[in-house]
T-cell receptor, first 110, second 117 residues
Framework: DAKTTQPPSMDCAEGRAANLPCNHS???????VYWYRQIHSQGPQYIIH???NNETNEMASLIITEDRKSSTLILPHATLRDTAVYYC???????????FGKGTTLSVSS | GAVVSQHPSWVICKSGTSVKIECRSL??????MFWYRQFPKQSLMLMAT?????????EQGVEKDKFLINHASLTLSTLTVTSAHPEDSSFYIC?????????????FGPGTRLTVL
């Protein structure tokens, strides 16, 4: 079973920041937090990952709470192309399967 | 980022036939590959884990004799759906793991849509 909890859906206006929360209260010390997204009928796309520090890349920012029990993915300026299902996954080291929960369906509208 | 391809992207077959789906890591060697299945409006469900040169490990409820997985090289894994039936119609997605330690870098293929008539 997935070890994360996410809201089933969120809406965001184009150009605004989209903040997607994730709870992972049972995360272990060696587990990373990964975020992927899936646009309709495509394979999942990697977005970002983190262990305990906040991370930023060209796609998004990841804010992890100090106790590591929750995190927030931030898309700073959402566009219509960001409409997708966003999955938050906790996983241990390389070679272990990523277990997908139900994710959050983000709808970006103009 | 690393690229993973799948072939074919879609296939339609008659009930009772077998279908082979290929998953290739194009620019890296994948120590481990994974196969997922996704039904409409549902999340990805892990079917099996395969390591090059070893037998695949199947998740509970996945019939290993029906879903044959071969991982013959570090860049190729195949999933064969034997004697396919309409209930096997689904979106099949593979992923390839690049790392051997530390960060779990996985890259997903574009998926194969199987329709069994």
């Amino acid at each position: 079973d997935a070890k994360t909890t996410q809201p089933p859906s969120m809406d965001c206006a184009e150009g605004r920041a989209a903040n997607l929360p994730c709870n992972h209260s049972t995360i272990s010390g060696n587990e990373y937090v990964y975020w992927y997204r899936q646009i309709h009928s495509q394979g999942p796309q990697y977005i970002i990952h983190g262990l305990k520090n906040n991370e930023t890349n060209e796609m998004a920012s990841l804010i992890i709470t100090e106790d590591r029990k929750s995190s927030t993915l931030i898309l700073p300026h959402a566009t219509l192309r960001d409409t997708a299902v966003y999955y938050c996954i906790v996983s241990a080291g390389a070679g272990t399967a990523l277990i997908f929960g139900k994710g959050t369906t983000l709808s970006v509208s103009s | 980022g690393a690229v993973v391809s799948q072939h074919p992207s879609w296939v339609i077959c008659k009930s009772g036939t077998s279908v082979k789906i290929e998953c290739r890591s194009l620019d890296f060697q994948a120590t481990t590959m994974f196969w997922y299945r996704q039904f409409p409006k549902q999340s990805l469900m892990l079917m099996a884990t395969s390591n090059e040169g070893s037998k695949a490990t199947y998740e509970q409820g996945v019939e290993k004799d029906k879903f044959l997985i071969n991982h013959a090289s570090l860049t190729l894994s195949t999933l064969t759906v034997t004697s396919a039936h309409p209930e096997d119609s689904s979106f099949y997605i593979c992923s390839a793991s690049r790392g051997t330690s530390g960060i779990n870098e996985q890259f997903f293929g574009p998926g194969t849509r199987l329709t069994v008539l």
